[in-house]
């Protein structure tokens, strides 16, 4: 089944400790890309990566970091998560750029 | 600064009747809009497109009109079902483009 795959589902940790969300896709698609999603906000790009190696930032890429080394993997790292990062974050895929893209299940994460 | 504007938070329709969605957009650069439709605990799903060299697209029950003039596109789903029920996000850019601006989302609640 074509799918992006994120884990944690949930995540709850505390100011400071590093984490790391992680995103897989089995549609060899080239395009990835990380958003967050909170009230009042809707959908908010933080990293996106059009291949291998290449990223780039989206709308709030403050205290996100990203990488790309494979092509099905673009996992989200939060060095130093603080409690304004607390939110919804989804992970997406597409073979170019914005068309359809498809979209993890949701990683909720709480940061205290 | 929102550029992709969903200005109702909800929406409740009788069943087999007619669903309106609305959304607004300020950037006269987007020229791809897009509708995602999201469950409970599930990631946003891809639904439908325009471009705009159209004005209309239609699949299924489902129907997107786009008013380049007035910076409006609207989603129609006719007849409204009970499964139809979930949160519903526009979503714009410029074809092809890095980054989709999400709107905020519209609740709809078909009432059997």
């Known amino acids: 089944e074509a799918q992006v795959t994120q884990n944690p589902r949930y995540l709850i940790t505390v100011t400071g400790k590093k984490l790391t969300v992680t995103c897989s896709q089995n549609?060899?698609?080239?395009?990835m890309s990380w958003y967050r999603q909170d009230p009042g906000l809707g959908l908010r790009q933080i990293y996106y990566s059009m291949n291998v190696e290449v990223t780039d930032k989206g709308d709030v890429p403050e205290g996100y970091k990203v990488s790309r080394k494979e092509k099905r993997n673009f996992p989200l790292i939060l060095e130093s998560p603080s409690p304004n990062q607390t939110s919804l974050y989804f992970c997406a895929s597409s073979l170019q750029g914005s068309y359809g893209y498809t979209f993890g299940s949701g990683t909720r994460l709480t940061v205290v | 600064d929102q550029q992709v504007k969903q200005n109702s938070p909800s929406l409740s329709v009788q069943e087999g009747r007619i669903s309106i969605l609305n959304c607004d957009y300020t950037n006269s650069m987007f020229d791809y809009f897009l509708w995602y439709k999201k469950y409970p605990a599930e990631g946003p799903t891809f639904l439908i497109s325009?471009?705009?060299?159209?004005d209309k697209n239609e699949d299924g029950r489902f129907t997107v009109f786009l008013n380049k003039s007035a910076k409006h596109l609207s989603l129609h789903i006719v007849p409204s079902q009970p499964g139809d029920s979930a949160v519903y996000f526009c979503?714009?850019?410029?074809?092809?483009?890095?980054?989709?601006?999400f709107g905020t989302g519209t609740r709809l609640t078909v009432i059997p």
């Open positions: 325009i471009s705009s060299i159209k």
């Open positions: 979503a714009a850019g410029p074809l092809g483009a890095n980054n989709l601006f």
């Open positions: 549609m060899n698609h080239e395009y």
